[in-house]
């Protein structure tokens, strides 16, 4: 279990920058470790809450982990990936799936358009292009329209029906929104090449003692501050002051934002870009819930329901289903649930849950855990119509300030991550040339 300070383990030479990480979650411990790994030696993450890992949450009840957040790891995850394999973590590998009770390739290849293998490389060159134009200094105005399209109309115009279903559940399922209104350029960073490789694949993986873990040993080699939530930042000419809610003040040369802008601006007087970014992004949000439900499946690993992931579903239903294994303990077979969570309160999705189950054949008798995660920030169109995209990337570095996490990249753990390894770069640069 961590301590409330974690003493750095870094060498005695190296850069020699103060650099303070506010957040550890995987977007704050993932760029402390790569800087460290850049050869920076004075690195202080401060995280609010008694430990780290953020929506990277695994609860455990006996020998059942339960992933309430961070979920598999795809080929994507190649950082992540190695640092498993040098903390001789162990992976599992997620077991089978099934689509309204069906195989879910099924559900792809009955969408409209060409076979699917066609669909699959027209869809992998559209993106292809269309990526490598938004990653231009100046990305021409085809892309920029392209990138604030919903998806659905982007797919819809390349006839692209089987990928739309297939994006049913690899989108809106992990809650990262409907398909007829999250803006292409945030479907397109998640539908890439890896995930459908590692899913035809099937090598989904995950680390078998929990993802908490994984965190909490990449922590382990950090200075982490455990429930030192941040009060204040002053961010003067040449340096940083960050101020605790229990009183402690550190100075920094840099600073990296690993929350959400819309929290860090109400600790700082904002620059412009930060005010304009606060305005141009809305949160979505997730809520995962562990019940005990009798008279229900084992037989399978997952299970994804049609009507509560097409375009205009309601909000609070039963978006998708896990099942983590039986304890006696809680009274039964486990499930972890997931909803996207609306205007409800954590009563009414219960209440919305239990009838889900009870639709599908089961009898929750005990609802265990619920965490309402606040999940995905959703590019307003018009936001990426004003320069968004190019906004996020020329900001870095302003007023001493480096940022990253979902609003940056992608909510998964793994583009967080494959962000943070260009960033420390960048970062790395901008103070051997300062």
């Given at each position: 279990m961590l301590q409330q300070t974690i003493p750095s383990k870094a060498p005695q030479s190296g850069l020699a920058s103060r650099i303070g990480i506010i957040g550890g979650g995987p977007a704050g411990l993932s760029m402390g470790r790569l800087l460290k790994e850049q050869g920076f030696e004075n690195i202080t993450i401060f995280e609010a809450l008694p430990q780290v890992g953020g929506k990277s949450f695994t609860a455990q009840y006996g020998d059942t982990l339960v992933e309430m957040g961070t979920a598999y790891a795809t080929y994507s995850h190649r950082i992540t990936n190695r640092w498993t394999r040098k903390l001789n973590m162990k992976m599992g590998r997620l077991g089978m799936v099934r689509f309204n009770g069906a195989d879910f390739m099924d559900y792809v290849k009955a969408g409209s358009g060409p076979p699917l293998l066609l669909q699959i490389w027209r869809y992998l060159n559209a993106r292809?292009?269309?990526?490598?134009?938004?990653?231009?200094?100046?990305?021409?105005?085809?892309?920029?329209?392209?990138?604030?399209?919903?998806?659905?109309?982007?797919?819809?115009?390349?006839?692209?029906?089987?990928?739309?279903?297939?994006?049913?559940?690899?989108?809106?399922?992990?809650?990262?929104?409907?398909?007829?209104?999250?803006?292409?350029?945030?479907?397109?960073?998640?539908?890439?090449?890896?995930?459908?490789?590692?899913?035809?694949?099937?090598?989904?993986?995950?680390?078998?003692?929990?993802?908490?873990?994984?965190?909490?040993?990449?922590?382990?080699?950090?200075?982490?501050?455990?429930?030192?939530?941040?009060?204040?930042?002053?961010?003067?000419?040449?340096?940083?002051?960050l101020s605790t809610e229990a009183g402690e003040t550190h100075e920094f040369d840099l600073l990296v934002c690993a929350i959400p802008v819309d929290d860090f601006v109400k600790l700082t007087t904002p620059t412009a870009n930060e005010t304009?970014?606060?305005?141009?992004?809305?949160?979505?949000?997730?809520?995962?819930t562990v019940l005990v439900v009798e008279d229900w499946f084992d037989d399978t690993h997952v299970d994804s329901f049609k009507e509560a992931v097409i375009?205009?579903?309601?909000?609070?239903?039963?978006?998708?289903?896990?099942?983590?294994?039986?304890?006696?303990?809680?009274?039964?077979?486990?499930?972890?649930?997931?909803?996207?969570?609306?205007?409800?309160?954590?009563?009414?999705?219960?209440?919305?849950?239990?009838?889900?189950?009870?639709?599908?054949?089961?009898?929750?008798?005990?609802?265990?855990?619920?965490?309402?995660?606040?999940?995905?920030?959703?590019?307003?169109?018009?936001?990426?119509?004003d320069g968004l995209l190019t906004r996020l990337e020329q900001m870095q570095g302003e007023a001493h300030t480096w940022y990253t996490g979902a609003t940056f990249s992608h909510e998964v753990v793994s583009h967080i991550v494959n962000y943070n390894a260009k960033l420390a770069q960048r970062l790395q640069k901008a103070v051997v040339t300062k």
């Open positions: 292809r292009k269309l990526m490598r134009a938004l990653d231009r200094p100046n990305p021409p105005q085809w892309a920029i329209d392209q990138a604030a399209m919903p998806i659905l109309d982007w797919l819809g115009e390349r006839n692209l029906g089987k990928m739309e279903n297939f994006m049913h559940r690899s989108t809106t399922n992990l809650a990262y929104g409907f398909i007829d209104v999250l803006p292409t350029v945030q479907a397109l960073r998640w539908n890439d090449f890896e995930l459908m490789l590692s899913g035809a694949l099937e090598q989904l993986k995950f680390p078998v003692d929990g993802w908490a873990e994984f965190w909490a040993r990449i922590a382990a080699d950090l200075d982490v501050r455990l429930n030192a939530k941040v009060a204040r930042v002053e961010r003067l000419d040449s340096t940083v002051t304009i970014v606060n305005a141009s992004i809305d949160w979505n949000g997730y809520t995962t375009p205009g579903a309601k909000l609070g239903q039963m978006l998708s289903v896990r099942y983590e294994g039986y304890e006696p303990e809680l009274g039964g077979h486990v499930y972890l649930t997931g909803q996207l969570t609306g205007d409800y309160t954590g009563p009414e999705l219960v209440e919305l849950l239990k009838a889900d189950v009870e639709k599908r054949g089961g009898k929750v008798t005990n609802v265990v855990l619920q965490k309402m995660w606040k999940y995905h920030s959703q590019y307003k169109p018009e936001a990426i119509h």
